[in-house]
């Protein structure tokens, strides 16, 4: 019976994998929305999905061939998965939830699949098999990730990195802080004005690169910020890391213009300043907003986005979802994601950044004054609205700022021309 029981279990696993893709981006969805400490940015995001991908068609592989238990290894994908965990302090414990929930999602899934297949009275013993094999399959993979998460947590905390991380962590979570020690600890005042920024690296660069190339970016920044002493720079993983500079002011414009001239393959999102202990945890969570902005306008955002430029949308960016509702329904039609709508966008924004004047626009826009004209009424008529409405031009105001950072994340998606 064990011999025909692997078949059904084996057929179950070619059913599965029929339906692979389906599966995981349902299983992706579930896991982030019940653990909401592996719901980070798009990176880790990425690195989950990768994750899940590789777990998924290797445990497949092994129901299909009837691989045996010594032979199991953990693909690379989620190890580094684990890696990136352990290095953001984040618990073993919600890694290993996300392995008991997809487990019981793919046992469910395949325990069906063999239901409406097999007589009933094969049924029964082929599941007995299935969720045998699933669940051995499954302990040796949590021990595999969870061995590597304790060895990179170890190994980042031991590090003056990982001892940074400590502290500022304590900082941020708002709770009592010794602030002598923190202070000693990470070699930097918090009785003065603080400005923050996440730093990351852009996919082309190597790991390897990336510590050399902050250095060089976090020097850059000092300068251009005028500080007042050094920068402390605690990494949030391998490729990602946050920053605070004693700085009294911004010059975003000239942040910008340092980072261009050194041409560093980097990203940067600025928050504004801030006084002391609750200074350093704001301009933090307003750099964490404005990465959202950034990362959702790709690279065309620049390398480098200060929150005083893009405050409100920052606070709106929160919920990606709600504010690309706002704006369809604010813009209708101009909310399109094409050329056309897009050259109507930019007009109709500098037409408003400019009190209405067609001949400063034009100016502005090197371009005739019965053009901007022609495409100040397009793009007005696609809106529906009226300028004897201020309420409703502030709001196409915000959308457009909306649109201009955050591009197609916020539009409304056209199809294709056969």
């Not at 300043?273 to 945890?281: L, S």
Request: charged fraction near 25%.
């Amino acid at each position: 019976m064990t011999g025909e029981s692997l078949v059904y279990v084996a057929w179950a696993a070619q059913q599965m994998n029929a339906r692979r893709d389906e599966f995981i981006a349902g299983l992706v969805l579930v896991t982030r929305s019940e653990i909401r400490s592996l719901d980070h940015d798009s990176r880790m995001v990425d690195l989950l999905n990768a994750s899940i991908t590789e777990n998924v068609v290797a445990a497949i592989h092994f129901l299909e061939h009837g691989g045996v238990e010594a032979d199991v290894e953990a693909p690379t994908a989620a190890l580094v998965y684990a890696r990136a965990l352990a290095q953001r302090d984040v618990a073993l414990s919600a890694l290993i939830r996300a392995y008991r929930i997809g487990h019981g999602r793919f046992v469910d899934e395949a325990m069906a699949l063999l239901a409406a297949q097999a007589p009933p009275e094969k049924a029964l013993p082929a599941a007995r098999e299935l969720v045998h094999r699933a669940a051995s399959w499954i302990d040796t993979i949590c021990d595999r990730v969870g061995i590597t998460y304790e060895q990179e947590r170890d190994r980042w905390v031991s590090s003056r990195s990982g001892l940074r991380q400590h502290w500022v962590n304590e900082l941020l979570s708002g709770s009592a802080v010794d602030i002598v020690k923190a202070e000693d600890a990470l070699d930097y005042r918090l009785d003065r004005n603080h400005v923050a920024a996440i730093m990351w690296a852009e996919d082309t660069v190597a790991t390897r690169d990336v510590g050399d190339l902050f250095d060089g970016a976090r020097s850059a920044l000092g300068e251009a910020l005028a500080a007042s002493g050094p920068s402390l720079m605690v990494p949030t993983d391998e490729r990602e890391a946050r920053l605070w500079w004693p700085a009294d002011r911004i010059d975003c414009a000239g942040v910008q213009a340092a980072l261009a001239e050194r041409e560093v393959s980097v990203r940067i999102a600025v928050g504004d300043v801030g006084y002391g202990v609750d200074g350093f945890r704001r301009s933090l969570r307003e750099a964490e907003r404005v990465k959202v902005v950034a990362l959702s306008g790709g690279p065309a955002s620049g390398r480098v986005t200060c929150y005083e430029i893009v405050a409100p949308i920052a606070l709106m960016a929160a919920d990606v979802g709600d504010l690309r509702l706002f704006v369809q329904r604010t813009l209708g039609a101009l909310a399109s994601d094409d050329e056309r709508s897009e050259s109507l966008r930019d007009t109709l924004r500098e037409f408003l950044a400019r009190n209405g004047s067609f001949s400063a626009t034009a100016k502005a826009m090197f371009l005739h004054r019965n053009t901007i004209q022609y495409r100040v009424a397009q793009a007005m008529d696609a809106c529906g609205v009226s300028f004897d409405d201020p309420d409703a031009i502030a709001s196409v105001q915000i959308a457009l700022t909306a649109c201009r950072w955050m591009g197609s994340s916020v539009l409304r998606q056209t199809n294709p021309t056969p």
